[in-house]
């Protein structure tokens, strides 16, 4: 479907599907290259606004926006009947309420996910749900990953983002429609590999989190972190054998960033949680989804079939889930790290 040999840039209809900070700024980086990108807001007041003061309301409020090289509309139908590629940017627990309303039959758009979680209840990555759900082929099914926050993009700070497809052509394809002079562009395969990274990521950086809000320093930090990328690779390589090296910045790179960085919503989260904070209070006083709540939950079900060696990943889960006090279980885990 995406050739490169076949279709122009510019001939390409290309959909946004979601309005958060993430969505923002892939419209940004779409509209740098695109005359006319589709997006689905839910929101009607969000709509106005954007459409009166060139701004979104609630996200990258500093970003400015240009609506006359986008196509708003809260009727998702009408979004995805006129696009061939639909880019879907929205937090995975509220994934299937989006999509309750289509109508119109996916299998022959191309479905991205810039999505890093699990639906929750399914433990099922975006591709598989599209694949289930709406029979969307895996060949149709592309995955953007990469060490990129959204403010970043914003400030139009030097990123890069890795876009994978099963057929490298496609991933070419992709990535092309978001090359700008601040986000240079990789191309991958490993759909597998780079989604789950991209869901354990987001694990560990609460568990960065909880350690930090204990008051534990950089040097435990340092070898937490070393240790989550050996979990990572161990997950990836015993779950799913192939050819890769999880030290590209779209494994490594990506699990850095959301660990250490100050717009890392998980590391927040995972912060407030080790100071004390309830996992109710800690969402409603951050107003952000941390995908990697309900990604601990989603891994720990999903690990029961395989058996991995996780021991980060289930303190993690021990803490949200189970209750167990994070002062205890972090100091547990502290002597099984190397």
């Excluded at 929205?90 to 109508?103: E, H, K, N, W, Y």
């Amino acid at each position: 479907m995406l050739d490169s040999h076949l279709k122009e840039r510019q001939s390409l209809r290309v959909a946004v599907i979601g309005s958060g900070s993430w969505a923002t700024a892939l419209i940004k980086l779409l509209c740098s290259n695109l005359s006319n990108v589709g997006w689905f807001v839910r929101s009607l007041n969000t709509i106005s606004y954007i459409k009166e003061h060139g701004y979104n309301p609630r996200y990258l409020q500093s970003m400015k926006l240009y609506p006359e090289k986008f196509s708003m509309s809260d009727d998702i139908n009408a979004v995805v009947a006129n696009a061939d590629i639909l880019i879907v940017a929205t937090p995975s627990a509220f994934l299937r309420d989006v999509m309750s309303g289509i109508q119109t039959d996916l299998k022959n758009k191309f479905i991205v996910s810039a999505v890093k979680g699990l639906l929750p209840h399914t433990n099922a990555t975006v591709g598989e749900y599209f694949n289930e759900e709406y029979g969307v082929p895996f060949d149709n099914i592309g995955v953007i990953a990469g060490p990129c926050h959204s403010e970043e993009v914003a400030l139009e700070r030097l990123s890069y983002l890795t876009f994978c497809c099963k057929k490298q052509e496609g991933a070419k394809v992709l990535a092309n429609l978001f090359s700008t002079p601040y986000l240079k562009t990789i191309t991958g395969k490993d759909i597998y590999g780079i989604e789950y990274a991209s869901i354990l990521k987001n694990v560990y950086a609460i568990a960065a989190g909880i350690c930090h809000g204990l008051g534990y320093g950089d040097n435990f930090s340092a070898v937490l972190i070393a240790n989550a990328h050996l979990e990572m690779k161990r997950f990836l390589n015993e779950s799913y054998p192939t050819t890769r090296n999880t030290s590209e910045s779209v494994y490594l790179g990506d699990l850095l960033v959301t660990c250490y960085s100050q717009f890392s919503r998980n590391r927040l989260f995972g912060t407030m949680i080790g100071k004390g904070y309830s996992v109710g209070s800690a969402q409603v006083e951050m107003n952000m989804i941390a995908e990697g709540y309900y990604a601990s939950k989603g891994i720990y079900e999903i690990n029961k079939k395989h058996g991995i060696n996780m021991p980060i990943a289930d303190a993690v889960y021990n803490i949200l889930y189970d209750k167990i006090s994070p002062t205890i279980e972090i100091a547990i885990l502290a002597d099984k790290l190397q």
